[in-house]
């Protein structure tokens, strides 16, 4: 049955929220050179390693820097499933691959289906070429992930200032950075135009099933 949400004091209330969390992990460098070896020389014996993602589960490997991040992931979805109001014991596996983007390479306009929520930990990310120095339109922006608005009508109604009517939202990584965000929202990854390659470790988190996870039905 649908949640009786009721407005605030003044009478407001916030419908149909998308949650993005965005967080720098604490002693990131370390790690992140132990991964990035780790991801470059297996890719080094498999080209298909960003393109054949379902072959392998990343996280569940016993290696310590993989420990590592495979707590953080943990620790940062607890935080998310938090922020949203279950306060209820959720069960769930990590799905986990890497992808090394070289120059050029993107991902295309997707989602994640069968998924609860996703994320992408960045561990490494080269300084990106200056536009002006680049053949080509000047709006580009290399090494970014854009998510975009849910809600396909919403900015029918746009007006200046409006919060509410941005159908894009861009991020510009660094590395250290992890992004989680609810797994059917669309996004996409732009082009690396730098020299060296973008890694990154993308992941789901796959909600176990159980009678404690359906809603109450009217």
Sequence with gaps: MPVDRRPDAEGF????????LQRRLPGHEAANAVLA????????ARADLTTDYRADNLLARDH???????????????DYL??????????WTLQGWANVNRF????????????YLSGTYYVAVPPQP????????????PGAISFYDPRPQANMT????????EAEHLVRPEAGTLLLWPAFLLHLVHPNL????????????????GQDVLPEQG
């Excluded at 020299?195 to 176990?208: E, G, M, T, Y």
């Design 194 to 209: 730098a020299q060296a390659p973008r890694i990154s470790i993308s992941f789901n988190i796959v909600l176990k099933p």
């Design 64 to 78: 310590p820097a993989i420990g590592w991040l495979r707590d953080c992931v943990n620790k940062t979805a607890i």
């Design 82 to 91: 938090r922020r949203c109001g279950l306060d209820y014991a959720l069960q």
């Design 104 to 115: 050029g390479d993107y991902h295309d306009l997707h989602n994640h289906p069968h998924a």
């Design 13 to 20: 209330l916030a419908l149909w929220p998308t949650l993005l």
């Design 130 to 141: 200056d536009r002006a120095a680049l053949p080509g339109r000047a709006d580009r922006t």
């Design 158 to 165: 746009a007006i200046k200032d409006d919060p509410q009517i």
């Design 37 to 44: 070896r780790l991801i470059e020389a297996e890719e080094a």
